[in-house]
């Protein structure tokens, strides 16, 4: 499979989850082009939960005519927006059970249409497993259970904006293939 392929699903899968997430929110994706990155593995941990700042992420396996992992991750701020839109009673300051389904929901909404996007690219079946809510790589990835060697494998981080009302919502995508 050659790199440019590798990017390009990475820009379909942050392109049909933004528009999936924007048709949710009764927003609209921004204009602006999405924005690709290769990553080695090593880096994505501080890509997507830094140190400085907290951020949530939803991942879940892609089984089909691809393999690998994809998600999407939020910064608090921007996931305790998000929920706060869709689940108005949750408690963002826990982040009670109410608000992780609800954001788990978000999630399977974006990775499913993500996943559907690259199966259109790839003239095959594509699909997400149950998502995985997380605030850290292991939680996401579940590096120790299932993934010990992904170490090796590149990332795609693809990010996207979603025009809110009174606000920009950035969104990270992340395409992991398998082997």
């Known amino acids: ?42 880096a994505l941990p501080d890509r997507l939960f830094p140190p400085d700042s907290d951020a949530i992420g939803v ?8 393999q690998g992992e994809a998600g999407i991750a939020f910064r ?15 408690d963002v300051t826990s982040f009670d059970t109410r608000a992780q389904s609800a954001m788990s929901e978000v999630g399977n909404i974006a990775l499913s249409s993500a996943a559907g996007a690259i199966a259109e690219l790839i003239g095959g079946v594509v699909i997400p497993s149950v998502p995985r809510l997380g605030a850290n790589m292991s939680d996401v990835l579940l590096v120790d259970e299932i ?6 494998l590149p990332a795609y981080v693809a990010e996207a904006e ?12 992340v395409w992991i293939p398998g082997d």
């Open 1 to 42: 499979m050659s790199r440019d392929w590798l990017f390009e699903y990475a820009v379909a899968g942050v392109k049909a989850a933004a528009d999936a997430l924007a048709r949710l929110l009764d927003a609209e994706p921004a204009t602006r082009a999405p924005v690709c990155d290769k990553l080695d593995m090593i």
């Open 59 to 66: 991942f879940a396996d892609l089984v089909g005519a691809i």
């Open 76 to 90: 608090r701020a921007e996931a305790d927006a998000l929920v706060r839109a869709l689940v108005p009673d949750a």
């Open 147 to 152: 993934c010990g060697d992904l170490g090796g």
């Open 162 to 173: 979603i025009n809110t009302p009174g606000r920009s919502l950035p969104l990270t995508f």
